[in-house]
């Protein structure tokens, strides 16, 4: 892979190409290699589970100190930090911070300063980069002059996954949050989110201001992601169009509790057909529970983002991001060229 994408995002974390994995609960598997910099996601597993997979990530990284910085993030659940006992959200927040990972990312939640509080003050010498990840200007503003987050993601409505069914389209949100002039001293870096597909997409955001891009969806389609054979064969089928924003499958799976205005963006089946007619949860439920066993796409679950149509083939996370790199510094060329003429 040739030369650094030189961006705020690279020179805060050292790497060669402005992306982000971000969390996916669930998904983390082995991505933690090879995936430029990469988040882990709590998601509704207990600390014991978290504390196993950052030991996990440090020897797989091979970072011989037990307390040496380790070049990935961990990502909480706003809302899920507070909803349960206070005790165990912070057990979720120590391991992380004790861990001495480099980043924590926040997102889906009204109190998420508290959360940050707590880890500034309880771990001042860890200094981990704050990730709050928004889907409003409004939300941003608070990121950045009351959280005084290091980086704000701007997850428009195509992302993949959870997200707010209110977010505005991802290219409005993110020069809406450019534009602002922040009453605050400290200058935060910001990213893009949402049915991101290849090198020329991240190439785009830079373009318009962001300093990075962040692509789950894209990689779902790597071995090294926790989906199934039938789960990526989906993926590799569907067109963008093939996707919707829903709670179908948070009603499907029992994970109803998200914050008003939360849903998921995932492939339209017979689960959602069914919510969506009103089937009774508990048949709806039980269908789930049986197409998800026999991996039936009729019936399970696949999480993706807008940009599902243009992804095709099964890659190894190292080579996404390799191919990633290099289309966006064609694209950048590309551009360059073009303004000179
Ligand atoms: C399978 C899956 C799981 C996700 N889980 C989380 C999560 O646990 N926390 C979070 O903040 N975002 C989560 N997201 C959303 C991502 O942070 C990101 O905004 C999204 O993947 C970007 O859109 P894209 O999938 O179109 O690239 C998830 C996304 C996917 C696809």
Same mark, same amino acid.
């Given at each position: 892979?040739?030369?650094?994408?030189?961006?705020?995002?690279?020179?805060? /974390?050292?790497?060669?190409?402005?992306?982000?994995?971000?969390?996916?609960?669930?998904v983390?598997g082995?991505?933690?290699?090879?995936?430029?910099?990469?988040?882990?996601?709590?998601?509704?597993?207990?600390?014991?589970?978290?504390?196993?997979?950052?030991?996990?990530?440090?020897?797989?990284?091979?970072?011989?100190?037990?307390?040496?910085?380790?070049?990935?993030?961990?990502?909480?659940?706003?809302?899920?930090?507070?909803?349960?006992?206070?005790?165990?959200?912070?057990?979720?927040?120590?391991?992380?911070?004790?861990?001495?990972?480099?980043?924590?990312?926040?997102?889906?939640?009204?109190?998420?300063?508290?959360?940050?509080?707590?880890?500034?003050?309880?771990?001042?010498?860890?200094?981990?980069?704050?990730?709050?990840?928004?889907?409003?200007?409004?939300?941003?503003?608070?990121?950045?002059?009351?959280?005084?987050?290091?980086?704000?993601?701007?997850?428009?409505?195509?992302?993949? @996954?959870?997200?707010?069914?209110?977010?505005?389209?991802?290219?409005?949100?993110?020069?809406?949050?450019?534009?602002?002039?922040?009453?605050?001293?400290?200058?935060?870096?910001?990213?893009?989110? @949402?049915? /991101?597909?290849?090198?020329?997409?991240?190439?785009?955001?830079?373009?318009?201001?962001?300093?990075?891009?962040?692509?789950?969806?894209?990689?779902l389609l790597?071995?090294?992601s926790k989906y199934t054979d039938a789960q990526r064969?989906?993926l590799?089928?569907? $067109?963008?169009?093939?996707?919707?924003?829903?709670?179908?499958?948070?009603?499907?799976?029992?994970?109803?509790?998200?914050?008003?205005?939360?849903?998921? $963006?995932?492939?339209?089946?017979?689960?959602?057909?069914?919510?969506? $007619?009103?089937?009774?949860?508990?048949?709806?439920?039980? $269908?789930?529970?049986?197409?998800?066993?026999?991996?039936?796409?009729?019936?399970?679950?696949v999480?993706?983002?807008?940009?599902?149509?243009?992804?095709?083939?099964?890659?190894?996370?190292?080579?996404?991001?390799?191919?990633?790199?290099?289309?966006?510094?064609?694209? /950048?060329?590309?551009?360059?060229?073009?303004?000179?003429?």
């Amino acid at each position: 892979m040739s030369e650094i994408i030189s961006t705020g995002l690279t020179s805060l /974390l050292g790497i060669k190409t402005p992306l982000i994995v971000p969390p996916m609960a669930g998904v983390s598997g082995e991505l933690i290699l090879n995936s430029n910099f990469r988040m882990i996601s709590t998601g509704y597993q207990p600390a014991e589970v978290l504390i196993s997979e950052l030991s996990l990530a440090r020897s797989l990284l091979e970072i011989q100190s037990p307390t040496g910085k380790l070049p990935i993030g961990v990502g909480f659940l706003g809302w899920l930090l507070d909803k349960m006992p206070f005790d165990e959200a912070k057990s979720l927040l120590n391991a992380a911070s004790s861990a001495n990972v480099q980043a924590l990312w926040f997102s889906f939640g009204s109190d998420l300063g508290k959360w940050v509080q707590y880890v500034r003050e309880h771990f001042p010498t860890e200094n981990s980069l704050i990730f709050v990840q928004v889907n409003s200007v409004e939300e941003a503003i608070h990121a950045v002059e009351n959280l005084k987050a290091d980086v704000v993601v701007a997850q428009g409505i195509e992302s993949g @996954g959870h997200g707010s069914g209110h977010a505005p389209p991802l290219s409005e949100l993110l020069q809406g949050i450019l534009a602002q002039s922040y009453n605050s001293s400290h200058q935060p870096v910001f990213l893009a989110a @949402g049915g /991101l597909a290849n090198g020329a997409d991240i190439a785009s955001q830079l373009t318009l201001g962001a300093a990075g891009a962040v692509m789950g969806t894209r990689f779902l389609l790597t071995p090294e992601s926790k989906y199934t054979d039938a789960q990526r064969e989906a993926l590799i089928v569907a $067109r963008s169009e093939d996707t919707v924003r829903t709670m179908a499958f948070d009603h499907a799976r029992g994970t109803i509790d998200w914050p008003e205005g939360i849903d998921g $963006r995932g492939l339209r089946n017979d689960t959602v057909l069914d919510f969506e $007619r009103g089937e009774s949860i508990n048949v709806i439920q039980s $269908r789930f529970k049986e197409g998800t066993r026999t991996q039936d796409r009729k019936r399970f679950l696949v999480w993706a983002g807008t940009g599902v149509g243009s992804m095709n083939r099964v890659m190894p996370a190292k080579d996404v991001v390799k191919e990633l790199h290099e289309e966006c510094q064609q694209q /950048l060329a590309v551009d360059s060229k073009k303004l000179d003429l």
